[in-house]
Every structure is written in C-alpha cells, then in structure tokens.
C-alpha cells in the first residue's frame, strides 16, 4: 500500500485542504470539497467511517469553526455540515458507527451521529476536560483501544508548567507516565498505541496490554513538527512541517527544536518497521502543513493521482486568481472609500491660470487672505516658487512644463484629499495638461486670468517678454511658445478691465458656491 489521504491545514489558497498522494510515484490528486461548505481555510483529522470517508474542514472564520465533510469509498463528495459544538475541530476517531470529535476550543470530545442518507449530523458533548479555560490544556489527537477513548493534550499542570504533555483516557486515567513536549496523533498498530512527540519530532511506541509502563526511549526521531501517522503492513507514514514551529495552544510558550528551524519543509517520512530505514517525500509545493494522513486501500478506484506537476499547476492558479480577486476587492473598496470622501470633504483646489503678468499670483494672494480671514484652511502653491523648490533642475521644454504641473497638481491632490482649499497660481500653458489635472484632483475650480498679450508686455514684472524679444530668452509663453486658452474656465478675470477687487470678487462667489454644492451632497 502506497497511496493516502493527506489533509493540509492554515491552506492557501482557499479551497485545497484535502488530496490522493501515492508516495511511490510522487503523484498528487486535489479532492473536491462539498458543496456548502463555506470558506475552507485548510483540513485536519480524517478518518474513515463504515462505506464513508470523514474530514474536518476549517473554516476561516473567529473562532475556527469547524465542517464535517463526508465522501463516499470513491471520495466523490457526498455532503457538508457546519457543526455547532465543536470549535478548532481537531482530530477524528470512529467508533460503533459514530465520529468521535476532539473540538480543541473547548476542552472536549464530541459524539456525531452521522444520518448519510438525509444528510444530518447530530451532535453531542461526550467528555469535557474538567472546568478549564477554553483550549488552555489543548486538547489533540485521539483514538480507541479496546472501546476506551485515549486523547493527547498538553498544557499548563502544577507540576512543569506550560511543558507538561500526556495521554489520557476519557476516565481521567493517565496512560503514559512520560512527560511529553506537544503529543498529536495517536494509532493502533500491531497490539501497540503509537503517540507522535511533535516538538521533538519523536514517535512513541507503547504496549496496548500495559499502557502505565515505563518507555525508556522513543522508537524513532524524524525530522520537523510531526501531525499525522498511518500503517501498512511494512511501513509508518508520518507527517511533518517545518513551519509550524509553535502550538496555537495559549498554554504553550516552547521554542521549536533546532531541527525544525533547518529549512521550511512539509514532509510526508516512510518508516521502515523491519529496520528503521528512513524515505521522505517533499511535498512543500502543495502545502505548508500536513495534519493528518490515511491509507486508502488496494482495491480503492478513485482517484486516480493525476501527476504533481498539474497538481501544483492547479494550486498556483487557485492561489493566483484568490490574489487578483482580494487585489479587485480593494481596488472597488479604496475607490467606493475615495468617492464617500471626496463627496464629503470640502477640499476644493483654485487653478489661476493665464499669462505671465497676467495677474495670477496678484489674485491669488488676495484670495488667500480672504479665506484666511473667514477661519479656512487654505493653502497657495505659487508656480515660481514650486519650480524652484519642487521642480528644479525642471527646463521649458513641453515635458518639462507638464511634469512641472504634475508635480503641482499631486501636491494640490494631497492636499485637497485632507480637506483644505489649494490656490494654485502658474502659467500651465497647454490645456491637455490642465484638463489631466481637473480629471485627477476631481473638486477643481479653473480661473483664466486673461490679459491680451500687449498688457502683459507692458507690465512685465519679471522681464521676460522683455528679454524674450531680444532674443535673450526662448521658450517664452505667448512670444515663441504658445499658450492656450480654456475653452470653457469656471471663473474668466479680465484683468486689462476690472479691478483688483472685482477680480476677487468673481473668485470668491465661485468658490462659495462649490463649497456650498459640495456640502449639500455630502
């Protein structure tokens, strides 16, 4: 016997907790999970039950609910149930046509009775650890030997502290006088009750017909955190990962073994029970974590593995498309978030743009005091003193003129996003570039401050026309660059004709009454 049921547990991506290995031919076969099991976050104990296969299904949901899932001998899904009592469902054993559940979030085995034909799991509490605080003793692996219930559990005791691990009975009877660091999974095999030492990567072997006597030594060493062991009539089958380097369980504070820091590596180990010899299969492409692992038998038809490079091809493809989908979600959730507050907020960017001398930096500045003066919070990013501190190093040429105003424009977005009304004074000459700027910032008030060209060159505050027409300077907006005028601005000041104040006068009504708009709809 060669092939296996492996659950892997904490899966990602969603949805590949359960799968058909043969460890001879290394292939691999995903198991479909039932429909109605919601959101699987990985699988733990397996067990098989009459003419039905039973998996523990982990839900990623507070708490780790956990599903039973039932697969008839073929593995083909018969049903899922979300099951009430048992919380972080651990390990599964079957007895006299019932599941035996160790639900770890609460210190307790629950009975399930199973009704396959009308897809029903009835379920009751069938021993409780006593009154402890949920998962402190950290209930594990069970098993029955002879009709008597045997659990693994370790945590807190008066004796060691946080290091005490043991096996009982459901009577209370201790079974094993050692001490052990993190027991799981429990098997009968040829009159012996087997226990894996997870921790220390040790399986501990001991007779069924005398479970209090003392074992000296365990009956072998395997690399990683062990979880899950199965028999053929040659070999042990253990699962092993080296990521779980620590229990959940709030009553275990241990630093992992060296061994399980060496490299991150989930393995299924072949034990040979004639000598001991030692066979690993690497299995990290499908998983982190193997939990539990049972033999299917000779005669089983389905599944037939299909080979592990499709099957990790199938994983990587499920792990792809969950990653554009939460990718998509955030992008929808960010964009849904960025237009409640846009429509909320009441930052609004003024954009002065004209000519050189035109009158931008003139009005802006009077603006600017008029809205410090009603108590709002106002911002001026005045295109001269952003190309020296922002764009330096910046030329004339087209490109440079539109990153100079994409540099403005993202300062002006920032700020506009926190709420504060951004006055922004420069030529931005090219409309394309402005109309980019509207489109990007959203709130956006463009005020052509126009003034023909004859005026500006009169007053040419800093000279440029000037030195432009003697051939001193090129690139000059208006003379040998072109500028080109909104077609449609919010607020047009004819600065060659209207007074300072009554230039002002047009820009603030306009922004009174955006900020109105803006409120109403918010």
């Not at 469902?89 to 210190?107: F, I, K, P, Q, R």
């Not at 021993?127 to 402890?132: A, C, I, R, S, T």
């Not at 000041?493 to 603030?508: F, G, Q, Y």
Request: net charge negative.
């Amino acid at each position: 016997m060669s092939r296996f049921l492996i659950t892997f547990c904490n899966t990602l991506p969603q949805g590949f907790p359960l799968a058909a290995y043969d460890f001879e031919t290394e292939d691999l076969e995903w198991i479909e999970t039932p429909t109605g099991a919601g959101v699987v976050g990985g699988a733990t104990g397996i067990c098989r039950l009459e003419d039905a296969y039973a998996v523990l299904l982990q839900n990623r949901l507070p708490g780790w609910p956990s599903t039973l899932a039932l697969y008839d001998l073929e593995l083909r899904p018969l049903f899922a149930q979300r099951l009430r009592i048992v919380s972080d469902g651990h390990s599964l054993a079957a007895h006299e046509g019932c599941l035996y559940v160790v639900s770890t979030g609460t210190n307790e085995v629950v009975r399930l009775k199973l009704d396959v034909a009308n897809s029903r799991v009835d379920e009751e509490s069938f021993w409780k650890l006593g009154e402890v605080r949920a998962d402190e003793h950290h209930l594990n692996g069970i098993t029955v030997v002879d009709g008597r219930h045997f659990l693994s559990m370790f945590g807190p005791d008066s004796a060691d502290g946080a290091r005490v691990g043991r096996i009982l009975d459901t009577d209370g009877r201790r079974a094993l006088s050692l001490s052990l660091l993190q027991p799981h999974s429990l098997a009968v095999f040829q009159n012996h009750l087997y226990c894996l030492e997870s921790l220390r990567g040790q399986v501990w072997r001991i007779p069924i017909d005398d479970l209090a006597a003392d074992v000296p030594a365990p009956f072998c060493e395997l690399p990683g955190y062990l979880r899950g062991i199965a028999f053929d009539a040659a070999y042990m089958y253990v699962g092993a990962s080296s990521h779980r380097l620590r229990s959940k369980s709030k009553g275990v504070l241990n630093d992992p073994p060296a061994q399980s820091r060496a490299s991150l590596h989930c393995l299924l180990h072949r034990v040979s029970l004639a000598d001991g010899a030692i066979q690993s299969r690497d299995l990290t492409p499908f998983g982190r974590e193997i939990y539990d692992v049972l033999p299917l038998p000779v005669e089983s038809r389905h599944p037939t593995p299909g080979s592990a490079w499709d099957s990790v091809t199938r994983r990587q493809l499920a792990y792809d498309r969950e990653h554009l989908t939460a990718l998509e979600d955030l992008r929808l959730a960010l964009l849904q978030n960025e237009e409640l507050r846009r429509s909320a907020s009441t930052g609004l960017t003024v954009w002065f743009t004209g000519l050189s001398s035109a009158g931008k930096s003139t009005i802006s500045s009077a603006v600017y005091e008029n809205l410090r003066a009603k108590g709002l919070r106002v911002e001026l990013l005045d295109g001269d003193v952003v190309r020296q501190h922002l764009s330096k190093g910046l030329g004339f040429s087209k490109a440079d003129r539109d990153e100079n105003i994409r540099r403005i424009g993202f300062l002006a977005d920032r700020l506009t996003r926190n709420g504060a009304i951004v006055l922004v004074a420069a030529i931005s000459p090219y409309r394309a570039i402005r109309d980019e700027m509207r489109e990007r910032i959203g709130n956006f008030l463009e005020v052509y401050v126009n003034a023909p060209l004859e005026v500006v060159e009169q007053r040419d505050v800093k000279g440029i026309y000037r030195r432009g027409r003697a051939g001193e300077l090129h690139g000059v907006t208006g003379l040998d660059d072109p500028y080109e005028p909104p077609l449609t601005p919010d607020v047009e000041c004819h600065t060659d004709r209207e007074t300072l104040e009554e230039s002002v006068a047009k820009v603030m009504t306009a922004v009174d009454e955006r900020r109105r708009n803006t409120n109403s709809h918010g």
